[in-house]
């Protein structure tokens, strides 16, 4: 069965952190590049972060820029956020999306593999 789990979201105060995961199943990573994308109440989703499928370019939104790292471990089939500094704005549902592409860049891809969202609420 083609697909992406996430993990690791919660609550959490502001200034604390989460690693979110990203696992993929039925297909392997090491052809696909990953967006991270976030979606608050009453907003748009938009995308925060993404990897290139060779792991050497990445792409982060202003907004997260300098707290959030974003990963790829093909040997594990897996992709990671690690957010820090957490703030309230933070708050929203958190989706993984993989793609496969030759391409080096990642940020003007159409994904189309979906993770169900994790939950992620900034709040004291």
């Known amino acids: 069965q083609v697909q992406l789990v996430e993990s690791g979201g919660g609550l959490v105060q502001p200034g604390e952190s989460l690693r979110l995961s990203c696992a993929a199943s039925?297909?392997?990573?090491?052809?696909?590049?990953i967006g991270w994308f976030r979606q608050a109440p009453g907003k748009e989703r938009e995308i925060i972060s993404c990897?290139?499928?060779?792991?050497?370019?990445?792409y982060y939104a202003d907004s997260v820029k300098g707290r959030f790292t974003i990963s790829k471990n093909n040997a594990k089939n897996t992709a990671y956020l690690q957010m820090a500094s957490l703030k309230p704005e933070d708050t929203a549902a958190y989706y993984c999306?993989?793609?496969?592409?030759?391409?080096?860049?990642?940020?003007?891809?159409?994904?189309?593999?979906w993770g169900q969202g994790t939950q992620v609420t900034v709040s004291s």
């Open positions: 039925g297909f392997t990573l090491d052809y696909y590049a």
């Open positions: 990897i290139s499928t060779s792991g050497l370019n990445t």
């Open positions: 999306a993989a793609t496969r592409t030759f391409r080096s860049e990642c940020r003007q891809l159409r994904y189309d593999r």
